[in-house]
């Protein structure tokens, strides 16, 4: 199993996973020339893609989902809460709604989905899983409960949030609604709270750290490198950053 990152940020999404005979973009929120241009980049094409699994209905997440799959005549998983949300805009889409409780298979991986807390209808991320290495993702979620520690323990890569810097967001120039928003329970993960959710979990398998949707304003890859890194006792240059505009290259598995 590899996994590679399209881009990470407020201004689109997008991530793929492979393995075997069977490639999953994860959300998908840029347009669909954008798409092609960055699978490009890391050696794909769009005909590659399988299916694709949406995580919540935020347009940085899905606002690209529903021409990629129509004109590539893929599948699209969701729950049925982000199904509601989008339904409207998925008339042609192959939608195909699952319980964010449990697993299901797209050809060669296991996705384990998890619910997680975000403003959001049915917000879900998910473990993908090859038989031999599990790969973690979170991001868009505001605290980690103990299901998400569950989850995301005994994985081999991890991609966790780390959106914001709490001073940086406390001192930046967002207005005082949006701080809230960010801040909350239902918002998104601090460099702190991924760093305390990295050191909880198991990680006597872990290989790789993501550090992921960081905002352009109120965080830096340095502040989210130290964070992780210093949750695992490791070098800041042993974690890897998914920038907004060049995503990260694959990350392969063996």
Not at 57 to 79: K, N, Q, S, W
Not at 115 to 130: I, L, T, Y
Not at 163 to 177: F, K, M, Q, T, V
Not at 220 to 234: D, E, I, M, V
Request: hydrophobic residues 45%.
């Amino acid at each position: 199993m590899r996994f590679a990152s399209l881009g990470s940020g407020s201004r689109g999404n997008a991530l793929v996973v492979e393995a075997g005979r069977t490639r999953i973009m994860v959300d998908c929120g840029f347009a669909f020339a954008e798409t092609v241009t960055r699978l490009q980049r890391i050696g794909r094409a769009a005909e590659d893609i399988d299916a694709i699994v949406v995580t919540h209905e935020h347009d940085d997440h899905v606002g690209g989902v529903a021409r990629f799959a129509t004109r590539l005549g893929i599948p699209v998983y969701l729950t049925p809460g982000t199904f509601a949300a989008v339904e409207e805009k998925f008339r042609k889409v192959q939608a195909r709604c699952f319980d964010p409780h449990a697993p299901f298979t797209i050809g060669d991986l296991g996705v384990e989905p998890f619910p997680v807390p975000h403003d959001a209808r049915e917000p879900a991320q998910v473990v993908f899983n090859d038989g031999k290495h599990r790969f973690g993702l979170l991001t868009d979620v505001g605290v980690a409960t103990p299901h998400i520690r569950a989850m995301l323990s005994g994985c081999s890569a991890l991609m966790l949030e780390c959106n914001h810097d709490a001073a940086l967001l406390r001192d930046g120039p967002y207005p005082p609604s949006l701080k809230v928003r960010i801040g909350s329970r239902l918002g998104h993960m601090r460099n702190e709270d991924s760093a305390e959710l990295l050191a909880a979990l198991d990680n006597h398998r872990l290989r790789h750290v993501v550090a992921a949707h960081l905002s352009d304003t109120n965080n830096t890859p340095q502040l989210a490198r130290g964070a992780l890194a210093r949750a695992l006792g490791a070098r800041p240059d042993e974690v890897a950053v998914a920038t907004q505009d060049e995503g990260i290259a694959w990350i392969a598995l063996d």
